[in-house]
Nanobody, 121 residues
Framework: QVQLVGSEGGLVQAGGSLRLSCAAS????????MGWYRQAPGKQRELVAR???????YYADSVKGRFTISRDNAKNTVYLQMNSLKTEDTAVYYC???????????????WGQGTQVTVSS
C-alpha cells in the first residue's frame, strides 16, 4: 500500500556534496517520521538522520554539522543534503519511514530500495 522511492546515490570525492531524496507514495494517511539509515561494510546499520512531521530532526553524531535533512510535506518527500563528505560516509543508504496508511490504525515501518554512496579520497 505504501512505497518509498529513493534517489540514486553515486560516487563523490571527499569534501564533496550529494543530495538524496525519498518520496513516499500510496495509501498514506499520515507520515510520522522519515529519514535515512546506512550500512557500511563491517558496520551495523545506523540511523543517519530523521525528521518528524513536527519538524524535529535527529542526526547521528558522525554526520552532525555536515548533513541536513529537510522535507516537502506536500510531496511526501524528504531530502538529505550531505556536505563535506568523508570516506567513512561510504555506505548503502536506506530511506525509512514510519507511516500510517489509510487501511490501518497502527503505523508501520517502510524501507526504500537502498542506494550506494561511495566517497573516494
Amino acid at each position: 500500500q505504501v512505497q518509498l522511492v529513493g534517489s540514486e546515490g553515486g560516487l563523490v570525492q571527499a569534501g564533496g556534496s550529494l543530495r538524496l531524496s525519498c518520496a513516499a507514495s500510496g495509501s498514506i494517511f499520515s507520515i510520522n517520521a522519515m529519514g535515512w539509515y546506512r550500512q557500511a561494510p563491517g558496520k551495523q546499520r545506523e540511523l543517519v538522520a530523521r525528521i518528524t512531521t513536527g519538524g524535529s530532526t535527529y542526526y547521528a553524531d558522525s554526520v552532525k554539522g555536515r548533513f541536513t535533512i529537510s522535507r516537502d510535506n506536500a510531496k511526501n518527500t524528504v531530502y538529505l543534503q550531505m556536505n563535506s563528505l568523508k570516506t567513512e560516509d561510504t555506505a548503502v543508504y536506506y530511506c525509512h519511514a514510519n507511516i500510517r496508511d489509510r487501511g490501518n490504525l497502527r503505523s508501520f515501518d517502510y524501507w526504500g530500495q537502498g542506494t550506494q554512496v561511495t566517497v573516494s579520497s
